[in-house]
């Protein structure tokens, strides 16, 4: 079946440790996508990537990394640098940069403790 | 920038009933997308139903449709013949039509459904 999967569903960590989350795809898209939820919040974009070997800022960018060697893969890590990085994090793609539609994954939750 | 607000933070319906969510955004564009997605519980994001501002028809999709009014900024998802399973968070979203990758999403509204 084609999708978006992130793994693991659940994710603890102590605070000071990075922590790197998957996100893979099989629906053959350019663009992906890194959004962070908070309880009463809508989504706020952390990174986006239009094409392999590419990827820019999102709103809220700070203490997080990416990378994207390969078009199926858009793997996120928070850094010890990120000052409240408990939150629901998902992952989206779409067909190309410019295509109005994202599909979205079944999301991470992260706990720093 | 543009925003998106979502002025109900909680709805409730009763199953069969046929209930209301608003939206507004602000935005100085005049092309651009809006969406509903729905949030259940499992947290999955789905895409309920889009529309495209250039479109003056009002979108639909099944039990959804939507109210757009380009000029007063507002754009409402009805869901009639509400059932159990459209208990959800329910979040509008905008994106501009050309040179943004963004959405912009509202704090969405929990839309409860009773038995």
């Known amino acids: 079946d084609g999708g978006i999967t992130q793994s693991p569903k659940y994710l603890f960590r102590k605070e000071g440790q990075n922590v790197t989350l998957s996100c893979e795809q099989n629906?053959?898209?350019?663009?992906m996508y890194w959004y962070r939820q908070d309880p009463g919040q809508g989504l706020r974009l952390i990174y986006y990537?239009?094409?392999?070997?590419?990827?820019q800022k999102g709103d809220i960018a700070e203490g997080y990394s990416v990378s994207r060697e390969k078009k199926e893969s858009f793997p996120l890590t928070v850094t010890s640098a990120q000052k409240n990085p408990t939150a629901f994090y998902l992952c989206?793609?779409?067909?190309?940069?410019?295509?109005?539609?994202?599909?979205f994954g079944p999301g991470t939750r992260l706990t720093v403790t | 920038a543009q925003t998106v607000t979502q002025s109900q933070p909680e709805m409730s319906v009763q199953e069969a009933e046929t209930v209301t969510l608003s939206c507004t955004y602000d935005?100085?564009?005049?092309?651009?997308?809006l969406f509903w997605y729905k949030q259940p519980p499992s947290r999955q994001m789905i895409l309920v139903i889009r529309?495209?501002?250039?479109?003056?028809q009002n979108a639909t999709e099944n039990r959804f449709s939507v109210n757009f009014q380009k000029a007063a900024k507002s754009f409402s998802l009805k869901i009639s013949d509400s059932q159990l399973g459209d208990a959800a968070m329910y979040f509008c979203?905008?994106?501009?039509?050309?040179?943004?990758?963004?959405?912009?999403f509202g704090k969405g509204t929990k839309l409860t459904v009773n038995p």
């Open positions: 989206a793609s779409s067909p190309t940069w410019s295509s109005y539609e994202q599909y």
């Open positions: 629906l053959n898209h350019d663009a």
């Open positions: 990537s239009q094409i392999v070997n590419d990827f």
């Open positions: 935005t100085s564009e005049s092309d651009y997308y």
């Open positions: 529309q495209e501002a250039y479109k003056q």
């Open positions: 979203a905008y994106r501009s039509a050309g040179g943004s990758e963004k959405l912009v």
